[in-house]
């Protein structure tokens, strides 16, 4: 892997980058590229179900106790640059404002790649409406005419969809299987510090086995065993059949 | 590119191997792969439709003139191993012996990648018939239980389609484009070959350009002058975001 | 459930059954209904990779491997009214001899459901065929003018289709997510019958398990531990929402 | 039927729910369900054209007709529970307060099915707006973190989409078709209640018995001569094939 | 409409064509159209159903029965060209000597339309058979490669799909939409002669006042009462929006 | 052509009147039709890339350069009746007074046909919003209830869709290949107006000739040389197959 990779990472709630994506961002790190990790929200009102049955439950104490998870989670994953903007969640409103500032990270971090929610995620309508923020976003911060100071533009992302909960019922085609062999630790790691959703951490657990079954059987090849999906947004452009 | 790459293509009738994967062909083996092609059939029935016109033309006559572009366009892509099959085509009939000789030749050149038609080609039965053929082909050559003296069973190979002529009423989608622009020029050349159909030659390499756009497009590389567009037919599987 | 219900299962190879609804199967039975599980083939080409690894292996031999595995497996879901059709697999040839076999085997039984391979399942070309084949005997099967002694015609069974092995480049959508908790144990001791696909138990394992996450979350009913899901050909037709 | 199913049906316009589901809201009540109707909107703008029509007409006018028409036509299904929230439509704005509300009413009603428009609707830009919204308000009635006061929190509902006008360009699969005919009397005496859309009237009725005819030709049961179709939104969840 | 128009039905089964098309064909006949009508079977096995209940019946006499309807069916229509191919249906076996009479049937009709079957009917695999195997009929028709003794070559025909029973589970699209009010008494009276199938009488009826309501309400127009919808297999091609 | 046809072109920025419609506009005006062009924005943020790499460049100068060029090109079509409405883009905002806007001029010009874009646009969130403006300001024009003084209703106008620079990605289906022979020189001339723009003049120019090879190929009429492709948003209705 060429390790002047620039990789951005936008996850709408607290955890979604760690169940989604979590494997394919510490292999990156772990082969040099330069990560950058945006999370939208914490998650309070939608994805954080558990932690609202504990009584007495207020909006900062649960933004607290996610603001620790995905620290930990983050740190077992080799994530060093990190964001969270805090935007309110169920439903995630998506101002001029936020474009403006999501077009200018984009141009600041000038990734190659960008791993974001897809365009349709059935039981999710923040991830939808996050998907369509990101791909818009990405669009403009190509264009010389929307112009903000000090960020120049930068050319198009590649974009990819992380696999939505139900997969067929969202739609979703996994147009990338990404063999997480080497860092499926790591992720697992950083899946139990999200304590209160535990039959999340099983589920995505026994999802990177069967990714890995679906990896071994398209390529014929046997090492690999953990693996993450992800659509794809735009045809893949280049020079080598693969 | 890895040198050690073995790529097989079939093509159903004289010419659909330069139309629409010419470029690609030659760019491999420039960089050293190992290139066989397969050409089903001499396209006598469905697309030799000028020769027709000539007062008095035979079906050898036919086979011969079509042998003889084959042959110079295969020189100008660099290709130097290369069967026709001669089936009758227009309908192609795809028996259990033709299948064996398909799963045997896949065994024999253990491809890589196999660059063949695709499951849908509006206004051509035949190429629907031989995208599907050699997709079976492909499995079977899997499978320890398909068995033939000499040809030991081979990993499943990556299945990559032509554009079809008329690409969304065949509900063509570009997964792969392909940069051709190194060996455009080699294309172009293995068109002129076939002088009967000169609308043909100006059709595919207006397309070539076309899809260079997108190539420039979606990636921001300008280097991208001519393209081939292709579909694929399993998901990418591996260890990078491309 | 109505113990009067009649369930016919139409299972490509050996253990296509198990994989796929051996759960559904096992709790039909318990509740009384009357299933017939017909299997078209062994497998022996293309579902016994394992077995032709052995030295100086044969065809009868296979064959007799299986069917020690398919009657024990059997067993284990409570299944007393199995046939073996003993066709030949990779390609299965399904003639109008055939075709008038299970044509009569719909009649004698007069399913209200089938349950068999979907139309599409990507890199199984028996499924697909077999799919076709059963859901054109249950239209013929009704059919006055299709007439064979004494096999009266029957109602249009309902028929619902496998979740192939890969299920989003299938094209498969899940219809029914069925809870197979109270069965799944019999599951586990059917599929661990077929000793030398240790791979495809633990992936039909976790799949369970995955679907036992669906339907919690379509349902908010958190007594569904294990579920198997299927695609239906037909709208369902009736009086309640469900 | 069981008896204590709680049905919501939420219609965009005054007649909506008669020509959609007037059927199967009579067979619930009749059958004892709990059944409670939302009227977004009185339809002034986009649905009352042959009102406007009338010399002199105003908008207080047409509302005081169409509230008495949706008394009558609830009348004749047994409606008693039914609220007219008053919304302008053409657009309709499903504002953040709106979608409070819409959650409140799902969360006081605890529906096990919600009938509502489905998400394309070719030439009604209303419906597709009503479908996105009230499945959005299903999904947030059910998090913990969503908090109004007084209104806890339910289990998802099960979504069943309303066929809209023309189907087939609409995108509308017929996943469920209802029998309603032991109510239809009861449908066609509410559609009468439209005086002033003798059209739709005839369609609709052409309509149950087209979709009476689908019923027989799916089921084999010829006691079905009415029906209504109904898209759904999430897999089936249960016990049993149906 | 131009008089010199030629047009070629072909329908599967006996009164296929008067359902699906019959206010068509007697419009084109009315205003100078060539027709031509072949049909390929009596629709004995698969489409006689209410016939074989008659005691003693057999297949010659269920012939003898559908050609008197047939021929009373066609004289409503006003169709003079008219061939009963009398293939056996249900399964419809097209082989290649069949093709070549179909392709030999084209060049020597030089349809400019094709009304036929669509390539997906549900419930009725025989349609489906002969959607494509017009469709590729119509292919070779225009090949120069393609010879037959007598039969010159043909222009591509534009082909049109009839609608099938079930439209949305068939996947039918309504690409057109033709209003038959001026000949739809004829239709009526073509329809009444298949007297065994009173439901599709009635069912045909219906669909065609629903379409007039279709293209009144997508036109505009008042004047269309009747219609009859059917799929389009290539673009519109031309010199006007229409 | 019927000379009393009102055609209505809505492009959302500069030039896309040109790049996508231009042939068809001057065959339109050619033939005596009343066409209306409004231009939503002058492209400023979005589509003037080049003009932004000049030094000092500002929003006025920007517009100042593409009125004029967009008045040359028009000038070329012979376009006479023309709106720009300086939208500013990328996003562009269609408010509530906006969709007045359009339903009023919808209204006043009473078009048989409206040219916009489609509803899928990748690369091209403006597309995609003008393309649902359009067609919802078309369907609230023909309603009695939406009444805006001195603007009566019109009829449903004819909706077809702008073929969108990436065509397969963007699920563009060419529905209607419109011949432009006839008033190709035009298109170019006013294509060349747009001088910044070279690459998408060699690009638009070759597409006008592969479509034009569709054109010759659908319909075995060798004069089609160049065509526009088009999307449909309803069903043809009419008397006759073309």
Redo the contacts between chains.
């Keep these: 892997?060429d390790s002047n990779v620039n990789?951005l990472v936008v996850s709408a709630h607290a955890a979604d980058f760690v169940w989604r994506s979590g494997g394919?961002i510490a292999?990156y790190i772990k082969h040099g590229a330069n990560v950058t990790l945006i999370i939208l929200s914490y998650g309070?009102?939608?994805?954080?179900?558990?932690?609202?049955?504990i009584e007495g439950q207020t909006v900062e104490n649960?933004k607290k106790i996610r603001r620790e998870e995905i620290g930990q989670a983050a740190g077992h994953l080799g994530i060093t640059q990190m964001e969270i903007w805090d935007y309110e969640d169920?439903?995630m409103k998506l101002t001029?404002e936020r474009?403006e500032q999501m077009v200018c990270k984009i141009r600041e971090t000038a990734p190659?790649?960008i791993?974001t929610h897809g365009f349709k995620d059935?039981?999710?309508?923040d991830h939808e409406a996050v998907g369509k923020f990101v791909f818009?976003a990405s669009?403009?911060s190509?264009?010389?005419?929307?112009?903000y100071d000090g960020y120049p533009t930068t050319?198009?992302a590649?974009l990819?969809g992380f696999e939505p909960?139900?997969?067929?019922?969202s739609d979703?085609?996994?147009?990338?299987?990404?063999?997480i062999t080497e860092t499926y630790e790591q992720k697992e790691a950083a899946m139990n510090c999200f304590k209160a959703q535990k039959?999340l951490i099983?589920?995505y657990g026994?999802?990177a086995?069967?990714r890995g079954?679906?990896?071994r059987?398209?390529?014929?090849?046997n090492q690999?065993q953990y693996?993450e999906?992800?659509s794809r947004c735009?045809?893949?452009?280049?020079?080598?059949?693969?």
């Design positions: 892997m990789l394919a292999k309070v009102r939608g994805e954080s179900n558990d932690l609202w049955n649960v169920y439903h001029d474009m190659h790649h791993l059935a039981f999710n309508p818009d669009v403009l190509t264009s010389n005419g929307v112009r050319k198009q590649r990819f909960h139900q997969s067929e019922i979703f085609k996994p147009d990338v299987i990404m063999d039959h099983e589920y026994a999802k086995k069967l079954n679906h990896a059987r398209v390529s014929g090849n690999y693996a999906a992800f735009f045809p893949y452009v280049g020079g080598e059949f693969n």
